[in-house]
C-alpha cells in the first residue's frame, strides 16, 4: 500500500511544476515581449532500496528553454519601442550587473540620459550603457543604430550616431528564464553572465513596434485544464488503494 501512495503522490507532484509555469504564462497575457518555456522534461531515476538494481522510474522534471515565437506585433510610432525580428534578443545589464538578455523594446530615456527598458534595466551598447544628450530626439535603426537629432534638424550636424544596441541572433543558442525574468545562456555560471555567440543571421529589428507576449491563452487554459485533472485522476487512485487496503485488512481480521 505504501509503495501505491508513493507511487500515485509522486505523479502528483511531477504536476505540480508545469502548473505553475501554466499560471505564470495566464499572469503575463499582456506582458510586452514575454516568452513562454518548455517547462516539461521526462528521465529516468534508478530507485534506492530493497529489491533489483534494475528499478528506474519515469519522472517529469522542470526545464526552462525560452521559446522565441513571435507575439502580436503592435505599431505605436514611438521611435523607442522596438519590436526584435527572428530570434533576436536585446542586451541590458541586470539589477545585480549582470549581462543578460530580453525582448522587451519598450525603451525610454531615464533621469541619467541612458536608454532603458520598461523595467529599468540599462540597455547595454558595444562598451556599457547608452547615453543620450539632453534635449534631443531618438532615432533607431533597423541594425540597432542609435541617432540623436537635435530639435532643429535643418542645421548641418544635428543629426549625431550615439552608439549601436547589443543585439544578438540566438539561433543555435538555448536560452533559460533568470529569476527576474531576463534570458540568459541555458547553462550559463560564469560571474557577469556570458555572451550569445556569433550567428551567420543578422540581427534585426522593427522599429515604433512592440511585440506581445506568446502566450496563447486557449492554449494555456486547455494544458491548465489538463494537468487538474491528471492531479485528480492520481487522487482517486490514491482513494481507492485505500479502499481496498481497509476491505483487505477486514478481510484479515474476519479470518
Known amino acids: 500500500m505504501d509503495r501505491f501512495v508513493y507511487t500515485a503522490l509522486n505523479g502528483n507532484l511531477d504536476a505540480t511544476l508545469p502548473r505553475l509555469q501554466l499560471t505564470n504564462e495566464l499572469a503575463n497575457l499582456s506582458t510586452t515581449g514575454f516568452k513562454r518555456s518548455f517547462a516539461i522534461a521526462t ?79 540599462a540597455v547595454r551598447g558595444p562598451s556599457g550603457p547608452l547615453n543620450v544628450p539632453p534635449g534631443y530626439s531618438i532615432e533607431i535603426a533597423g541594425d540597432g543604430s542609435v541617432y540623436a537629432h537635435a530639435p532643429d534638424r535643418t542645421k548641418p550636424g544635428t543629426s549625431v550616431l550615439v552608439g549601436k544596441l547589443m543585439l544578438r541572433e540566438s539561433t543555435g543558442t538555448g536560452l533559460e528564464r533568470r529569476e527576474d525574468g531576463l534570458f540568459k545562456v541555458a547553462g550559463d555560471q560564469t560571474a557577469g553572465g556570458a555572451d550569445i555567440k556569433p550567428s551567420n543571421t543578422a540581427p534585426s529589428i522593427t522599429n515604433g513596434t512592440l511585440e506581445g507576449s506568446n502566450v496563447t491563452p486557449f492554449d494555456a487554459m486547455v494544458r491548465l485544464m489538463d494537468f487538474t485533472r491528471t492531479f485528480e485522476s492520481r487522487m482517486k487512485f490514491i482513494k481507492e488503494g485505500s479502499t481496498l487496503d481497509e476491505a483487505g485488512a477486514s478481510m484479515m481480521k474476519g479470518g
Not at 519601442?81 to 530570434?87: C, F, P, S, T, Y
Not at 545589464?93 to 532603458?116: H, I, Y
Request: aromatic content about 4%; charged content about 20%; glycine content about 16%.
Open 43 to 121: 528521465k529516468s531515476l534508478k530507485i534506492e532500496g530493497p529489491g533489483f538494481d534494475t528499478r528506474f522510474e519515469p519522472t517529469t522534471t522542470g526545464i526552462d528553454r525560452v521559446s522565441l515565437t513571435a507575439g502580436p506585433k503592435m505599431v505605436t510610432g514611438n521611435p523607442l519601442d522596438i519590436a526584435m525580428n527572428g530570434n533576436t534578443v536585446l542586451g541590458v545589464t541586470a539589477s545585480n550587473g549582470d549581462l543578460a538578455f530580453t525582448r522587451r523594446g519598450d525603451m525610454r530615456v531615464n533621469n541619467a540620459g541612458q536608454l532603458e527598458i520598461g523595467t529599468g534595466q
